[in-house]
T-cell receptor
Framework: GIQVEQSPPDLILQEGANSTLRCNFS?????LQWFHQNPWGQLINLFY???GTKQNGRLSATTVATERYSLLYISSSQTTDSGVYFC????????????FGKGTSLLVTP | DTEVTQTPKHLVMGMTNKKSLKCEQH?????MYWYKQKAKKPPELMFV???????INESVPSRFSPECPNSSLLNLHLHALQPEDSALYLC????????????FGPGTRLTVL
């Protein structure tokens, strides 16, 4: 299946700081999503972004499909941004089901 | 209504019990999924239903049995589980299997004693 690598595995930020999370994948994909998993386990959709750039408030994402990576930018971080951020990808070989990376665990301190 | 609901939220069962997890979506999606997530690990795919047909069944033990009564409902029947099956079970849906966002429910946290 598609290999998905996320970096960094852990990140601690002070409130107000900016950060960049990276997702590398091993094959061409037609589905790429970024999720935020809150402490209760809910996976919250952030972006559906198999290619291109999108922005939603303080978050933005860019996927360079030809180079097989995606970046998630968090600006002016808040304590509520804490949690685990997952990148997940899929293609026809995976039956289009999502393969998840191991995640980036983010802690934003006051 | 962009929501996937799951019941129950929590479930504790013994190894000889039979129980079912339920998932429902009202977005008109035609693909639904079960994922299993152990603590501090990413979700792992268990089953995919696309247009009410099971299209992927990986090496999941037969003590897990999926059922898709209609395009809005997805059940996961549990029988003779082991303590190592304790995990968060997540349901998801998407417009179809080949494209578009997958939306996840809040999960059922299962403990097997």
């Amino acid at each position: 299946g598609i290999q998905v690598e996320q970096s960094p595995p852990d990140l601690i930020l002070q409130e107000g700081a900016n950060s960049t999370l990276r997702c590398n994948f091993s094959d061409s994909v037609n589905n790429l999503q970024w999720f935020h998993q809150n402490p209760w386990g809910q996976l919250i959709n952030l972006f559906y972004i198999p290619s291109g750039t999108k922005q939603n408030g303080r978050l933005s994402a860019t996927t360079v499909a030809t180079e097989r990576y995606s970046l998630l930018y968090i600006s002016s971080s808040q304590t509520t941004d804490s949690g685990v951020y997952f990148c997940a990808v899929g293609n026809s070989n995976s039956g289009y089901a999502l393969n998840f990376g191991k995640g980036t665990s983010l802690l934003v301190t006051p | 209504d962009t929501e996937v609901t799951q019941t129950p939220k929590h479930l504790v069962m013994g190894m000889t019990n039979k129980k079912s997890l339920k998932c429902e979506q009202h977005m008109g999606h035609r693909a639904m999924y079960w994922y299993k997530q152990k603590a501090k690990k990413p979700p792992e795919l268990m089953f995919v239903y696309s247009y009410e047909k099971l299209s992927i069944n990986e090496s999941v033990p037969s003590r897990f049995s999926p059922e898709c009564p209609n395009s809005s409902l997805l059940n996961l029947h549990l029988h003779a589980l082991q303590p190592e099956d304790s995990a968060l079970y997540l349901c998801a849906s998407s417009q179809d299997a080949s494209s578009g966002s997958k939306f996840f429910g809040p999960g059922t946290r299962l403990t097997v004693l």
